[in-house]
């Protein structure tokens, strides 16, 4: 059966013209330019409201010979959050919702992957919000791996989506007038580094 990340350490190598027989972990970090997570949730029935999270920082590892041993570490800065709407972003910052003065930093690390097809996984591990630390799972999948054409590097590109309970972080204000689901949407570019990098 093929599986998600042997398919990606395959077609990468193929994109860079070589194919190791023996494959060892692979190091991608993100391209913040082109990764961001947008978020949504249900404003008193009327509505529907977004915001997105950019400019952040991450790496995956990849492991083709045990996927499942693969791993995904990412943090953002929490200011990195646009809104749309000045006075909302200040008030997302304050202690009713992300406390952005004493937790600056939104983290994931990930605990573990199993594989689910051909280029989905389900991605657990621990997010941390709000100085509030909860276990969550990610649906993810591999949308392209290859060389990038302008980069003439192995690329990656990922989408991820999950749903969360702001309460559970801390961030109930409202609640359940303003939704306390919040559905996450994660699209990602990242870039093999090179040995002359790491």
């Not at 995904?72 to 800065?77: L, Q, T």
Request: hydrophobic share 40%; glycine share 10%; aromatic share 10%.
């Amino acid at each position: 059966m093929k599986r998600f990340a042997i398919a990606a350490a395959c077609a990468t190598a193929l994109g860079a013209g070589t194919l190791p027989a023996a494959a060892e972990p692979e190091t991608y970090v993100l391209d913040s330019g082109h990764s961001q997570v947008l978020f949504s949730y249900q404003h008193l029935g009327f509505s529907t409201t977004w915001g997105i999270f950019s400019g952040w920082e991450g790496e995956i590892s990849f492991d083709p010979d045990e996927p499942e041993a693969s791993t995904v570490e990412v943090s953002i800065p929490t200011r990195e959050m646009f809104t749309g709407w000045e006075a909302r972003y200040t008030h997302f910052m304050t202690d009713d919702f992300f406390g952005a003065e004493e937790n600056e930093m939104i983290s994931f690390a990930s605990t573990g992957i199993e594989v689910t097809g051909d280029s989905t996984a389900l991605i657990t591990g621990d997010l941390t919000v709000n100085g509030i630390t909860k276990p969550v799972v990610l649906e993810a999948e591999l949308t392209q791996a290859g060389t990038h054409p302008m980069e003439d590097k192995p690329w990656l590109g990922f989408h991820a989506t999950t749903t969360l309970k702001r309460s559970g972080f801390g961030m109930g204000a409202y609640a359940p007038a303003v939704s306390d689901d919040v559905n996450v949407e994660i699209s990602i570019e990242a870039m093999q580094v090179d040995d002359s990098e790491s």
